[in-house]
């Protein structure tokens, strides 16, 4: 679960950095290299500078298998919002790192889709989850702008024994006023 969540998390990194088209080299594989070129590339959407508070939240699951009374626990810890703040310095700001959106580099995971064009993000990539096969589906469509950006995110992890689990929810972060001190 720890992987899917950082994984979402870098996903807004990257969706917030890219001008749109990664698969720069036309082949239909869409590489870390690709990707960075992206992120590295003018035009890109500036966040500004300050304190900033982003939530990922997950609204729906369904994990085969599950008896109810433990689905209801789940749900009761899955509906819980994750909320950070960061201070983004204008640098940072200019392009944020994974720290940001409390996301960690995965050399897991590969990107299926990656565009980014008029201020809106559709990101699809596929992550190991673990060394028996098991791998996650990510999805993820959204907007982004210079004081906020809200996305919508699927994510579904094959390899358990009982079936897929499938995740749903929201990322969003908002700029909430200058950095203190």
């Known amino acids: ?4 969540i950082a994984a979402t998390a870098c996903l807004a990194l990257l ?3 890219s001008d749109g088209g ?41 994990i085969p298998g599950v ?8 749900a009761g810890q899955m509906g819980k919002s994750i909320t950070a703040k960061s201070c983004l310095t204008q640098e940072e700001a200019d392009k944020p ?14 990107y ?16 190991d989850t673990d060394e028996s096969g098991g791998s996650a589906k990510i999805a993820m ?3 982004f702008g210079r004081d906020s ?10 390899g358990s024994e009982n079936g897929d689990v499938t995740m749903k929810g929201t990322i969003s972060g908002k700029r909430i006023g200058d950095c203190a001190g």
């Open 1 to 4: 679960m720890r992987i899917i």
């Open 15 to 17: 969706g917030g950095c």
């Open 22 to 62: 990664a698969d720069a080299d036309g082949d239909g594989t869409i590489t870390e290299q690709e990707v960075a070129a992206e992120a590295a590339s003018g035009g890109e959407i500036k966040m500004r500078a300050g304190e900033w508070e982003n939530t990922i939240e997950f609204t729906e699951f369904d």
């Open 67 to 74: 008896p109810e009374g433990m689905k209801d626990m789940i």
């Open 97 to 110: 790192d994974a720290g940001f959106f409390n996301g960690e580099k995965n050399d897991d995971c590969t």
């Open 112 to 127: 299926d889709e990656f565009d980014r064009s008029g201020g809106k993000l559709k990101l699809r990539m596929t992550c």
């Open 141 to 143: 469509d959204g907007k």
């Open 149 to 158: 950006f809200t996305m919508t995110m699927s994510n579904v992890v094959s």
